[in-house]
């Protein structure tokens, strides 16, 4: 987890030193909506892919979890700005 924390952490600290500018505020608004998904919903989808994991008999490594995690909740949280549905956005925002 600390590998990625790094990167995430200055990345995220450059994004918020350039919010303030007019032409950043719309990445800004995707990257919070999308933080907030995965912030809310990853304990949610690592449970799910445990159970499927588990019921499948497929042995997966922690490590693989995380990166499907990370994978999955980037993806749908991209989809959900894109589809910008307005009670959608409430519930994530």
Not at 46 to 67: D, G, R, W
Not at 74 to 87: E, L, Q
Request: net charge positive; glycine share 2%; hydrophobic share 55%.
């Amino acid at each position: 987890m600390t590998f990625f924390l790094y990167p995430l952490l200055i990345s995220i600290m450059l994004l918020l030193l350039n919010t303030p500018l007019l032409d950043k505020q719309n990445i800004a608004y995707k990257y919070r909506v999308t933080a907030n998904f995965t912030y809310y919903v990853h304990p949610i989808i690592i449970i799910l892919l445990s159970k499927f994991f588990n019921l499948t008999n497929f042995n997966v490594k922690e490590t693989a979890i995380y990166f499907i995690v990370c994978f999955i909740t980037t993806i749908i949280g991209f989809i959900i700005v894109k589809i910008d549905n307005r009670y959608l956005n409430k519930i994530v925002v």
